[in-house]
């Protein structure tokens, strides 16, 4: 079964790399904002199992994922279906709605940060 974790934990627990912390909105949503050191895996790509969490993103199979989405509804789901695959999943409650922090952003191919709120 996932764990559920709020959104500070779950950044304070990727910075101390105790975590991955995985957006799993669609590729357009997370170039327009997303959580500081979030890597993006699209809800249908979970799905789909279309990823390798150790290769891909060099990440131990027991460490655990910190998946979010908007309001954290679909990183439900997601964090289930990890779960299944044998990955410690959480699910962060409230989702990036509930972040006032800085969002990193693509702008022209550069990352730039910005304001939320």
């Known amino acids: 079964m996932f764990d559920l974790i709020s959104i500070s934990e779950a950044i304070k627990q990727s910075y101390a790399s105790k975590g991955l912390l ?4 669609s590729k357009e949503a997370f ?5 500081p050191m979030a890597v993006n895996i699209p809800f249908t790509d ?5 990823f ?16 979010y989405c908007d309001t954290g ?9 990890l779960d299944s695959m044998g990955i410690h ?20 191919d550069l990352w730039t940060m910005v304001r939320t709120s």
């Open 73 to 81: 509804s679909t990183s439900i789901l997601a964090a289930r279906k």
């Open 46 to 50: 979970i799905m789909k199992k279309k």
């Open 31 to 35: 170039k327009k904002g997303h959580l």
């Open 89 to 108: 999943a959480y699910n962060v409650v409230g989702g990036i709605m509930f972040y006032k922090g800085y969002l990193e952003k693509e702008k022209n």
């Open 52 to 67: 390798d969490i150790e290769a891909d993103f060099n990440v131990e199979k027991e460490q655990p994922v910190f998946v």
């Open 22 to 25: 995985v957006d799993v909105r």
